[in-house]
């Protein structure tokens, strides 16, 4: 049998619903923050543990956004802000397995992936089942949908191409898969006639997405040390493709730059890491498996800066945000960070009806709108807008500026 474990500060986390039994670390350092959180609403499933929430994700379309949870419920909500929250749930659905992937939105059908290795299509106007496809294991990829084909991988190695209308099976690739790795899968990514997937024997590879032949393999990470643990490698950082370089993040590995073409690096540097990080024109944003925020120059891969205000806050995926990084903890808090220095630059707190933080499993940015979805099953639409020490500034100026013109 297969062991899929987390890191030990997730594995901490993933017993409970809570993280009220950790201590926080150090405090954080006084911020005047900028910005803050106005809630719009909030609907609650069940607590969700963290080793449950890493294929999940969120989908959305102009009117709703889609969620799934590992007790087995999808749920469509209303993006807008109705009166009750029972009006803000356009529908629900619940099924018998958990749910460990997706959902995925495309078209009017919503993919997820169950752990008893089901593949299920639903209407995104109901939530009821359209088709499903056993598959040989669980489902722990969110299935990706490219040119009439689904792609995920299921817990066993196997990656699969299935037909977009019936789930039918049109190929199969097998991979051997280590007996210790971390819990979830990165998504495949597909680009025209080519699937890139990481692994958790620390390998990258590009396959062709007509016939699911190997086109080629490189390691991005080597087994080292005495125990099982220590000799854990993995990736579970989504591939980034970037101004035609892939790039890849190694737990006990490296972060690297690959020629998609052929598996060739670019550049190779030290980091370890397992959440998803960011790239834009200029550079990498990455989390090492500390909490560590680095900056790498895209081209050279040379290092631009270090933010360690965040080790050991249990730091969620990385995302941009405009100008800024967005990202969690493990406390309820959400950061932006400057992207040309590394320096936080505002923070606001995602808290309960009772004002307390709870841990963020999951952020979909959405202009200046933000869905968070955390660990003790709250789902939850914020609008960021000025804090009031920011509108009273900007008053300030405002007077000071009339009144020089008087």
């Known amino acids: 049998m297969k062991i899929r474990l987390l890191l030990l500060s997730a594995v901490l986390l993933g017993g409970c619903s809570s993280n009220a039994n950790l201590p926080e670390p150090t405090p954080l350092v006084p911020l005047e923050s900028p910005?803050?959180?106005?809630?719009?609403?909030?609907?609650?499933?069940?607590?969700?543990?963290?080793?449950?929430?890493?294929?999940?994700?969120?989908?959305?379309?102009?009117q709703a956004?889609?969620?799934?949870?590992?007790?087995?419920?999808?749920?469509?909500?209303?993006?807008?802000?109705?009166?009750?929250?029972?009006?803000?749930?356009?529908?629900?659905t619940r099924f018998d397995d958990h749910v460990v992937s997706g959902p995925t939105l495309f078209g009017d059908e919503l993919l997820i992936g169950t752990s008893k290795g089901l593949l299920k299509s639903l209407s995104k106007e109901t939530g009821a089942l359209l088709w499903q496809r056993q598959l040989s294991s669980e489902v722990i990829s969110r299935p990706i949908v490219s040119g009439g084909k689904i792609y995920t991988r299921t817990v066993d190695g196997k990656l699969y191409a299935l037909n977009l209308e019936d789930g039918s099976v049109i190929w199969v690739n097998e991979n051997q898969v280590p007996k210790l790795s971390l819990r979830g899968s990165p998504d495949l990514l597909v680009v025209e006639d080519y699937v890139f997937?990481?692994?958790?024997?620390?390998?990258?590879?590009?396959?062709?997405?007509i016939t699911g032949e190997l086109l080629w393999e490189t390691r991005v990470a080597s087994p080292k040390g005495r125990t099982d643990l220590e000799r854990m490698i993995d990736i579970q950082a989504n591939l980034v493709l970037k101004d035609n370089r892939l790039y890849a993040l190694?737990?006990?590995?490296?972060?690297?730059?690959?020629?998609?073409?052929n598996g060739?690096?670019?550049?190779?540097?030290n980091l370890s890491g397992y959440r998803d990080f960011v790239a834009d024109d200029k550079?990498?944003?990455?989390?090492?498996?500390?909490?560590?925020?680095?900056?790498?120059?895209?081209m050279t891969g040379a290092p631009l800066w270090k933010q360690a205000a965040f080790k050991q806050r249990l730091v969620g995926d990385l995302h941009l945000y405009g100008d800024q990084l967005l990202l969690s903890d493990?406390?309820?808090y959400l950061h932006w960070v400057n992207k040309l220095q590394g320096i936080e630059y505002a923070r606001a707190k995602h808290s309960n009806e009772y004002g307390e933080g709870e841990r963020i499993l999951k952020v979909m940015v959405d202009g200046k709108r933000l869905y968070v979805f955390d660990g003790d099953g709250l789902v939850t639409s914020y609008n960021v807008v000025p804090s009031e020490l920011s509108r009273f500034h900007s008053e300030l100026a405002g007077n000071k500026q009339k009144a020089e013109t008087e």
Do not use: C
Not at 39 to 50: C, G, I, Q, R, Y
Not at 67 to 90: C, F, M, P, Y
Not at 283 to 288: P, S, T
């Open 264 to 269: 060739e690096f670019f550049f190779v540097k």
């Open 330 to 332: 493990g406390w309820g």
């Open 197 to 209: 997937a990481a692994w958790e024997s620390g390998v990258v590879q590009a396959l062709s997405a």
């Open 283 to 298: 550079a990498l944003y990455a989390v090492d498996d500390e909490g560590v925020m680095q900056a790498f120059d895209l």
């Open 35 to 62: 910005y803050s959180l106005h809630k719009n609403w909030e609907v609650s499933l069940s607590a969700l543990p963290n080793l449950d929430a890493r294929g999940l994700a969120f989908a959305e379309d102009e």
């Open 65 to 92: 956004v889609y969620i799934a949870n590992s007790d087995g419920h999808v749920i469509a909500l209303h993006k807008e802000n109705r009166s009750r929250w029972t009006d803000q749930v356009e529908w629900q």
């Open 250 to 261: 190694g737990f006990h590995g490296k972060l690297a730059a690959i020629n998609p073409m």
